[in-house]
Structures are given as C-alpha cells and as structure tokens.
C-alpha cells in the first residue's frame, strides 16, 4: 500500500488551501481514509476522517467548519480542503487508511504572514 500527499506549503492566515492523497495498492473504495497532523513539539492528531459512504464523516471540533474531507473512488484519492487557515495549522499533514496502520509520508503546511 503507497499514499502520497501533496499540495501543502506556506499560506498567510485566513488563506486556503487543498491536500490530495493518492492511494495504491488497495481497493479504495473499500476503506475509510483519515487525515491527521503533527505540529511541532506536539503529538499526531486525527482531524478528519471520511468512510466507505462518502456522507459519512467526522472532524475534530479545532476544524469543523473551515476543512472539508471528500474522496474520488474513481482516481483512488482522499482530498481535504482547508479554508480560514489559522497559524496554529501549521503541522505536518498525514494521511492514513482508517483501521490499517498504513501512513503517507506527509505535507508540510505553514500558516503565517
């Protein structure tokens, strides 16, 4: 199993902007995805996770309201879409197939002026 991200970098606050996970390796679209982050000094921590029912998901509270999880079971890829970032997003962004223990190797997004 191979998960690759991409689309992090550097946004001011109150920017956007959108990771991709492109997943291999598995059949996609029966598992759920999740994304998790790890700032610096902190521990990993899930912020969002999407089933096999693409309606079915959950965000932790820090979240809900400004990023949106969705997956396109046709290209094999979990998207997060992060808006009104704040500098407290700044972390390395994961993704990991829900109940595996099968990781990407992670993003980097800045949030700072």
């Known amino acids: 199993v191979q998960l690759v991200e991409s689309g992090g970098g550097l946004v001011q606050p109150g920017g956007s902007l959108r990771l991709s996970c492109a997943a291999s390796?598995?059949?996609?679209?029966?598992?759920?995805m999740s994304w998790y982050r790890q700032a610096p000094g902190k521990e990993r921590e899930w912020i969002a996770s999407?089933?096999?029912?693409?309606?079915?998901?959950k965000y932790t509270d820090s979240v809900k309201g400004r990023f949106t999880i969705s997956r396109d079971n046709a290209k094999n890829t979990v998207t997060l879409q992060m808006n009104s970032l704040k500098p407290e997003d700044t972390a390395v962004y994961y993704c990991?197939?829900?109940?595996?223990?099968?990781w990407g190797q992670g993003t980097q997004v800045t949030v700072s002026s």
């Open positions: 990991k197939v829900r109940l595996r223990d099968y």
């Open positions: 390796g598995l059949t996609f679209s029966n598992y759920g």
């Open positions: 999407i089933n096999r029912a693409p309606d079915d998901k």
